[in-house]
């Protein structure tokens, strides 16, 4: 059974840089077309994707935070990373990782996801 | 890109059938059979109901289920039951090869 599980600071500052990092368990991060994913959600409003990672290294963003995004992958730990600099109040959310079933041709969607982290920017 | 259509809530009796509807443009919804319907019950992980436009992983229940017309992709569910009570959110591959979510509706079982 595959496991993910969120990690990292719950404030963080104005200006400053959010960091998180998802740690896979009960499977390989290299193995099958899995693509991980960063999902987040504010309160009172939706879900909202911020982006994918391949093992591969390659990166998909979603467009409104691509200036702000970096996603990582570290497979010798198992774990895939987020990194969203000059922060406001705005992303204030709850911050899911998630697997991303698919490939060419096919797509199943986030089948797997963590539990999520709440983080809170504040000065 | 902007987020998908849902209505912000939708409510029936037990035993019921509801409908929730999910539209989009022919860049996302339109153009691609990877619809996928979550359901999240707050304070809880989100769960994978229907993938593919209407395609259910292995167990959940055949009283969910998906379908797409033009931009707009839809998820039924019959026979409602209290545990149902959630928010459902849909999601679309798009042309610029990323992810959108649907703005979420709430379902309430009355």
């Known amino acids: 059974q595959v496991q993910l599980q969120e990690s990292g600071p719950g404030l963080v500052k104005p200006s400053q840089t959010l960091s998180l990092t998802c740690t896979v368990s009960?499977?390989?991060?290299?193995?099958?077309?899995?693509?991980w994913s960063w999902i987040r959600q504010p309160a009172g409003k939706g879900l909202e994707w911020i982006g994918r990672?391949?093992?591969?290294?390659?990166?998909n963003y979603n467009p409104s935070l691509k200036s702000r995004v970096t996603i990582s992958v570290d497979t010798s730990k198992n774990q895939f990373s987020l990194k969203l600099s000059s922060v406001t109040a705005a992303d204030t959310a709850v911050y899911y990782c998630?697997?991303?079933?698919?490939?060419?041709?096919?797509?199943?969607?986030?089948?797997?996801w963590g539990q999520g982290t709440l983080v809170t920017v504040s000065s | 890109q902007s987020a998908l259509t849902q209505p912000a809530s939708v409510s029936g009796s037990p035993g019921q059938s509801i409908t929730i509807s999910c539209t989009g443009t022919?860049?996302?919804?339109?153009?691609?059979?990877?619809v996928s319907w979550y359901q999240h019950h707050p304070g809880k992980a989100p769960k994978l109901m229907i993938y593919?436009?209407?395609n259910r992983p292995s167990g959940v229940s055949n009283r969910f289920s998906g379908s797409k017309s033009g931009n707009t992709a839809s998820l039924t569910i019959s026979g409602l039951q209290a545990e149902d009570e959630a928010d459902y959110y849909c999601s679309s591959y798009t042309s610029s090869s990323t992810q959108v979510f649907g703005g979420g509706t709430k379902l309430t079982v009355l």
């Open positions: 009960g499977g390989s991060i290299s193995s099958g077309s899995y693509y």
């Open positions: 990672i391949y093992t591969s290294g390659s990166t």
């Open positions: 593919d436009v209407s």
């Open positions: 022919s860049s996302d919804v339109g153009g691609y059979n990877y």
């Open positions: 998630a697997r991303e079933a698919g490939g060419s041709g096919w797509y199943v969607g986030f089948d797997y």
